[in-house]
């Protein structure tokens, strides 16, 4: 009789787990004593302790009760479970919502004996809660990941004294101005902004995104190139954070139609400084914000580390010790022209060279460059900026990007009237650049009289050197890929695999180069009006290498992976 008392005491999950026999009644009742004084739950102080498996007690539960059973391995969440349920009510109950269906909400549980925090779950969300049930072991894990998606930082903020940061505003009005920061501050929002910006920095990301939508508020880095999702904030946030960061930007805070541009500081130290470019952009559920990290460590990274074979770099460094003409360097936004253009410009920068250049905007600032912001409001145009240069006796001129045929004709002049000029364009490669002056307007004898060098490039990720594996192609595939025949069997060919010291399996970026001198027979093809396919043979047939072919080489030598050359080099 005692032993049948002893089980008339236990109720709830418990109870099945002895009639399952499972649990001896004694244990049973031990164990929820123990778990009561520890404040823990019942069955993750069993699955906690190793006493059982969680896929019994579910299955038990499942039997039991008569719910469906769920693996959580095999969930993604698109909506964060606490645009639903705060975490605080997550943690303390033990349960995880999955699902909103009209007025029904879909929660993940381990007892569905809980029915106290099932009712204040319904009671606070004003729906009616239908159980899953799930292993107690992955959903800890699952509620302990989703929650440090949803909230990366705010679990951080207390580690560090983000407090003592230095963030200014990056304003025209000089180095000196001081933001106006007043209307918004909210320590956990201005918390919460500095983590992020810091963590980006640390992570070495070259872009944050920040997207608000209908029902979750996503944010993302741009890692080499590629956007990671590292956090989902409470929707309810974004219009703080966007607020803290336009105020941090010296940005209109009240207004919501238009997007703005601006520019924050980050000082780390006494000789590192960091600049975020921001703009903002109106979008059906809030504004979205993107900041892209400048850091002007970038360019001082050397040319021996851009990627260059030495050929590629031997007619680079050639090109740069001229005198006067115009080197081009192009590609798609992101294929780092500006930082490969400030490498040159590092090598150029001594004290007997007055060098100027005018971008939109200056994204790298470097002591001993004269550089100067485009503005279109106040009429400083690309054309009046050079204007103002060749008035000023300069050496050396970079010019941001040549959009149009005004700036294009005063560059082609300055190169020829003993300037050294170096830009940009955007086509896809050496050959098109010249094609692409000629459409512009600029006559074929100015070209060819002053273009000494044009660069196309491409960013590739690197292989994290730790963990890349060796994979094997079959030769077929290689000979299509671009290899020669007599390349098959003479290089191992590497993969991604990924580690805890990388993204994926990459580390790092590498350039991938076309550079092609203009050369006596280019020129002639110049003067005679030549098309694209012209330029592109006569190139090939002086040994200058494509994009492809350069970045087959960084795939023999192990640098990157074939796939990683397919993505960024495919037509």
């Given amino acids: ?20 026999q499972l649990l001896s009644e004694a244990d049973a009742q031990a164990y929820f004593e123990d778990a009561r004084r520890k404040n823990t739950p019942f069955v993750s102080y069993l699955v906690a302790n190793k006493i059982l498996d969680g896929l019994q007690i579910a299955q038990v539960a499942h ?23 705060g975490e605080k009510l997550i943690r303390r109950h033990h349960i995880l919502p999955l699902l909103r269906r009209g007025n029904h909400l879909f929660v993940a549980v381990s007892d569905p004996t809980n029915f106290l925090g099932l009712d204040e779950i319904t009671f606070q969300t004003r729906l009616v809660t239908d159980c899953v049930l799930v292993e107690e072991n992955k ?24 407090d003592s940061l230095q963030i200014t505003a990056g304003d025209d009005e000089g180095p000196h101005a001081e933001p106006e920061i007043s209307g918004i501050d909210d320590a956990p929002i201005v918390r919460f902004v500095n983590r992020l910006l810091l963590d980006a920095v640390r992570k070495g990301a070259s872009d944050i995104h920040i997207e608000p939508y209908e029902k979750f508020l996503r944010i993302r880095f741009r890692h080499d190139g590629i956007l990671h999702e590292v956090a989902n904030p409470p929707p309810a946030l974004g219009v703080k954070i966007c607020a803290r960061i336009k105020v941090m930007s010296r ?4 207004e919501h139609r238009i997007p703005q541009d601006g520019r924050i500081k980050m000082t780390l130290s006494r000789s590192r400084a960091i600049d975020f470019r921001v703009n903002t952009c109106p979008t059906l559920f809030g504004e979205k914000i993107v900041l892209r990290i400048l850091d002007p460590s970038s360019a001082q990274i050397g040319v021996e580390m851009l990627g260059f074979e030495p050929e590629q770099r031997d007619n680079f460094l050639r090109a740069l010790e001229k005198p006067y003409g115009m080197i081009l360097v192009t590609g798609p936004t992101g294929s780092g022209k500006t930082v490969t253009l400030y490498t040159g410009l590092n090598l150029l920068n001594r004290v007997e060279a007055n060098i ?10 470097v ?36 959009r149009d045929l005004e700036t294009a004709e005063i560059a082609v002049k300055a190169a020829q009237t003993g300037h050294l000029v170096l830009s940009t364009l955007h086509t896809n490669d050496a050959p098109q650049t010249l094609n692409r002056l000629m459409q512009m307007g600029i006559p074929a004898f100015n070209i060819a009289s002053s273009v000494l060098l044009i660069m196309a490039q491409r960013l590739a990720r690197r292989l994290c050197p730790r963990c890349k594996r060796e994979e094997k192609v079959p030769p077929e595939v290689l000979l299509a890929s671009g290899f020669r025949e007599e390349d098959i069997g003479n290089f191992t060919l590497f993969g991604p695999a990924g580690c805890d010291q990388c993204v994926k399996g990459y580390k790092g970026r590498v350039g991938i180069y076309q550079v092609m001198p203009i050369s006596e027979e280019i020129n002639r093809i110049i003067l005679e009006g030549g098309n694209v396919m012209a330029l592109t043979e006569q190139a090939h047939a002086e040994g200058i290498a494509d994009l492809r072919e350069s970045g087959l080489k960084k795939v023999k030598a192990g640098i990157t992976s074939l796939e990683e050359i397919d993505r960024v080099t495919r037509d």
């Fill in 367 to 402: 002591p001993g460059i004269n550089q100067v912001n485009v503005n279109y409001k106040t009429g400083l145009t690309f054309a009046e900026a050079l204007r103002a240069f060749l008035r000023q006796d300069p050496d050396i001129i970079m010019v941001g990007e040549i």
């Fill in 139 to 162: 959903l800890s894990r699952c509620i302990e990941a989703v929650l440090d998606a949803a909230d990366t930082s705010l679990k951080q903020l207390l580690e560090e004294d983000l």
């Fill in 63 to 85: 039997q039991e009760f008569g719910l469906p059973l769920l693996d959580l391995d095999a969930v993604v969440f698109d909506i964060p479970p606490t645009q639903w349920v």
């Fill in 251 to 254: 940005m209109d805070i009240a």
């Fill in 356 to 365: 100027s250049t005018v971008e939109d905007p200056v994204e790298i600032t």
């Fill in 1 to 20: 009789m005692a032993a049948v008392s002893g089980v008339q005491q236990l109720s709830g999950l418990a109870k099945s787990l002895v009639k399952a």
